[in-house]
């Protein structure tokens, strides 16, 4: 019982991070930019958040469900404002300059960014919340080890994705041209931005 509910947190984490939005670009980015370990980091960041919210909707915590869905407005608005900051930053980046730049893009700051804009978007604890009704994990509120698990399996899956992204993209950084990929990254993460504040 325990192994498959691991199993199905793993496979629910794999699910959620898969979708490629503005983490997977800012994750795509940073390992093209500074490594693998900038890109991991950063997806470390989101599979964090990734498990608060599995934790959230594994222990039934219809308070905080409650709490986010009100104040979506604002978490969207920081969200979207920051998305567009950071791709317009990435657009006008020039690639030379970003590669000696690695010290000051220190890896708290790159997990904390990322961690931050995953929390900004209160969809995810609904998506989260039909994902265990469909698979009849709803069940599980009143056992903790078993929520437990679920969400060791949730943040495990989704750090999965972003350890096999960022290493992919890595390999093959030596194909891509970085000014082209820093002004598409720019263009896509300022789309997802403006999206976000024309839907407020």
Known sequence: MEISLLLRGLAIGLAIA???GPIGILCIRQSLAFGWVHGFVAGLGA???DAMYGCVAA???TFVTNFLIEQQFWLRLVGGAFLCYLGVKTFISIPSETAVSTRG?????VYTS???LTLTNPATILAFA????????????QNYLSAILLVVGVFCGSALWWLLLSTTVTLIKTKLNLKWVNRL?????????IVALLTL
Do not use: R
């Open 18 to 20: 898969a979708p490629v």
């Open 47 to 49: 599979a964090t958040a």
């Open 59 to 61: 222990f039934g915590l």
């Open 105 to 109: 893009n220190t890896l708290t700051g």
């Open 114 to 116: 990322t961690w931050m």
């Open 130 to 141: 039909a994902i265990f009704s469909g698979l009849g994990l709803a069940s599980i509120e």
């Open 185 to 193: 990254s720019g263009s896509v993460i300022t789309a997802f931005g």
